[in-house]
């Protein structure tokens, strides 16, 4: 079909006068906002003053921001490597051909369509509930004492639990759909050669899911990164050390909290700069980690 | 053909887009003829004060709640009586991060809610002076000068209406306090330790704790040693373990909590051990006077209510209560300040004032009003000239949520002396 450029040209115009406005300007104007002394996100430029790299520094010396990159460095880490690997087993599981794989799939999958913040009080207050959670029942049945799970030693990893619980659904979708796309006759040529089912996914649908596996640590580190409605559920009122991300402590910097009115739009668009250039890292690294290959689903 | 679908296709595609722009201009144009035309129109009435006024409010409450339903009503009573129609927006509890932008973009936006402490400082620069109209009707006459001295020093004049006051201390079940045989409230520490016992000896848990207000429930008992001030250079510079009367405070928290007084599992999630208060297993919870609506909410039913100060310790240095409010402020762009305060006056007072009272279970903003769920509310809040603020400077550290965990920590026992915790405290502060 003959190419017209005018077409094109009108076609995408929409669309790139609406990504110039809602996402390079604001991307922009964060950037250089961090770079100043401001203390409303909507006040206007006039009232800036230059700030240098002074924000970046504040933020990089304030207890909370460093608590809460650790936070969401173990929420990437390792809520990442056992969301990926739940994920990718149950994908297995599920594709191996059992029975009610349809049901498994649907239910695995429906805390997706469960709005998060139901979801995190249903943790909160039936799982990990001091006096009559499911946890604490379990472990008095077993002849234990009750034990404070969202107490401040445990509030990260019951938080990590409840959110893993909720994300392993959606990443496993989507690794089905990669397996699915594996032709089954290279699974039965191997099969004829004598490999095993570990041989299977070890020599076949793992290498062929590098595609797929570098999109989903790309989703995972957008989440991890993003990470808030949880923080928020778990630490209701007041944000805590243990449960503190990088995008609560910039909505506290930014907002102010219970009892705090300072405010500094300059330090939050600091924050947010940095977490925009950690997932860009994340996104070049997990590249050149898993490198483009001839054949992948 | 083809080009000519083509071009049709793009063209509705911008069509539409142009056409989301539009309808805001629009709706700002639509918004803001009302107000221009007010002053000519107000004065050619059948006889309505208001007639063709039209008033826009951002309120914190969400829709359908109780306080939301009397403020409608309001509303609708202010339109019949003087002719403004008062256009309500239910913004919810993040009303905070969209009155800043409202205000600096010079939004059509009359009358706003908030945490009187914002509007005193962020939101200050765009904010009416009230103050003659307020003296027009006597406000001071009926309302709390704690807050009010408080929104002049902040603002520079008084910049707010208080709607919805609130007062911190020690809550308690009367039931409870009535099975253990407890006639008397406890004025000190001592008195408080002897209550304690008192209700563990009749089988009740004596004070309910969630991590959420662990911070809350530490800072009174530091005032009370320290004060404010102190506590603040402490936060600021550091020296907790040298000072005798915080090393004290800590201990004697720490001691509190072996003594086996706090209720089982605290400090909770919230708001589990709140709730116990209302289910009637344990007897006390220090907070402001909002958890007794919201524990009411919990358990489906009104809990009998008491209300004390937080004790004196030995050597007190300080003992303010809490108080805070949820005011109501005007844009400094608003066209029609006299009828948005009429309204104002109109929601803290009289019958939807009375209604904020009894259905939302709250301090009455106006003190000729009937006292509903906490009896000698308003005569402490009179009292009060210079209020306890929720953990003051504390808040502004930058190791604030280390310091808030710690304070949790502290109620979990994690430290066995004071001189532990305070030593603890010094790593993370000056």
Redesign the interface.
């Known amino acids: 079909m003959k190419k ?1 450029k005018t ?1 094109i040209f ?2 995408i ?2 669309t790139v ?2 990504l110039l406005f809602m996402y390079v300007y604001p991307v922009v104007r964060t950037v250089i906002m961090s770079f100043f002394k401001v ?6 430029t006039s009232t800036w003053s230059f700030y240098g790299l002074q924000n970046y520094f504040k933020i990089l ?4 921001f460093i ?1 809460s990159m650790k936070n969401m460095v173990m929420i990437w880490l390792v809520g990442g490597i056992i969301t990926m690997c739940l994920s990718m087993l149950m994908a297995v599981i599920l594709t191996s051909g059992i029975r009610g794989a349809k049901f498994f799939k649907a239910a695995i999958y429906m805390p997706n369509i469960i709005s998060a913040v139901a979801l995190a009080t249903m943790w ?2 039936y799982v ?4 009559y959670g499911l946890l604490n029942q379990i472990v008095k049945a077993f002849g234990g004492e ?1 034990v ?1 799970w ?3 030693d445990l509030i990260f990893w019951a938080m990590m639990i409840a959110f893993i619980f909720g994300s392993v659904g959606y990443y496993m979708l989507i690794f089905i759909s990669g397996i699915e796309g594996i032709p089954q006759d290279l699974y039965e040529a191997a099969t004829i050669d004598g490999a095993n089912i570990f041989d299977r996914f070890f020599q076949i649908t793992l290498p062929l899911l590098k595609g797929v596996i570098r999109t989903c640590v790309t989703f995972w580190s957008i989440n991890a990164t993003t990470f808030f409605l949880w923080t928020k559920m ?9 449960t ?1 991300v990088p995008v609560v402590y910039l909505y506290d910097t930014v ?9 500094d739009a300059g330090a939050g668009a600091a924050v947010g700069v940095v977490l925009t250039l950690i997932i860009i890292a994340v996104y070049v690294i997990t590249n050149l980690i898993l490198k483009d290959s001839d054949l992948e689903y | 053909m083809k ?1 000519i679908v ?2 049709l ?2 063209s509705a ?2 069509a539409s ?1 142009a056409a989301c722009g539009g309808s805001a201009q629009s709706s700002e144009a639509t918004s803001a003829a009302p107000a221009e035309s007010t002053a000519a129109e107000s004065t050619a009435t059948d006889g309505k004060k208001y007639e063709g006024v039209e008033l826009t409010m951002w309120s914190m409450w969400s829709a359908g709640e109780v306080q939301a339903n009397a403020i409608q009503a309001a509303a609708d009573a202010f339109e019949a009586e003087t002719g403004a129609h008062v256009n309500i927006e239910w913004k919810g509890r993040d009303v ?2 969209l009155i ?2 409202a205000l ?2 010079g939004e059509k936006l009359d009358i706003f809610e908030d ?1 009187y ?2 509007i ?3 939101y200050a620069p765009y904010t009416y002076d009230l103050t003659e109209m307020a003296n027009a009707v006597g406000y001071d006459d009926f309302s709390y000068a704690c807050f009010n001295d408080q929104s002049k020093e902040w603002a520079g004049y008084l910049n707010s209406i208080v709607e919805q006051p609130q007062i911190g201390g020690i809550f308690y079940n009367k039931d409870v306090f009535d099975a253990c045989g407890i006639t008397e409230t406890p004025k000190t520490w001592d008195e408080f330790l002897t209550v304690c016992q008192t209700i563990k000896d009749n089988g009740y848990e004596p004070l309910a704790l969630d ?3 662990a ?1 809350f429930n530490f800072y009174n008992h530091l005032v009370r040693h320290l004060g404010e001030d102190a506590i603040a250079e402490l936060g600021k510079n550091g020296g907790w373990a040298d000072n005798e009367a915080a090393v004290t405070a800590a201990q004697e928290i720490i001691d509190f909590v072996n003594a086996g007084y706090l209720a ?2 605290a ?4 708001p ?1 051990s709140q709730t116990k208060v209302g289910l009637g297993t344990a007897a006390m919870v220090v907070c402001a006077n909002y958890v007794t609506s919201e524990v009411d909410a919990a358990v489906g039913e009104p809990v009998n209510w008491g209300f004390f100060n937080y004790p004196e310790v030995e050597g007190n240095v300080d003992a303010s209560a809490y108080a805070g409010a949820n005011s109501l402020a005007i844009s400094s762009n608003c066209e029609n300040p006299q009828a948005a305060f009429d309204f104002i006056m109109t929601i803290v007072t009289g019958t939807c004032g009375q209604e904020l009272v009894d259905k939302g279970g709250q301090i009455p903003a106006d003190t000729r009003l009937k006292e509903s769920v906490l009896a000698g509310s308003v005569e402490t809040l009179k009292n009060t000239t210079t209020p306890m ?4 400077s504390l ?2 550290l ?5 310091i ?2 710690s304070m ?2 502290l109620f ?1 026992g ?1 430290y066995a002396t004071g001189a532990d915790y305070c030593a603890y405290l010094d790593t ?1 502060c000056g």
């Open positions: 017209n077409m009108l076609f115009l929409p006068l609406c203390e409303s996100l909507t006040a206007t010396r304030n207890a909370g608590s909160i207050q990990f509930n001091y006096d009750n404070r969202l107490g401040t778990f630490s209701p009122i007041n944000t805590e050390t243990a503190i907002f102010g909290g219970k009892g705090v009115v300072e405010r | 080009k083509a071009l296709m793009a595609m911008a887009l905070n991060t800043s932008a600096e973009s945490d402490n914002r005193g400082h962020a991590g959420a207000y911070n089982e599992g400090p909770d999630a919230y589990a603020s929720w953990c003051g808040n502004t930058d190791g604030w949520s280390s808030k965990s949790i920590e979990e994690k993370l």
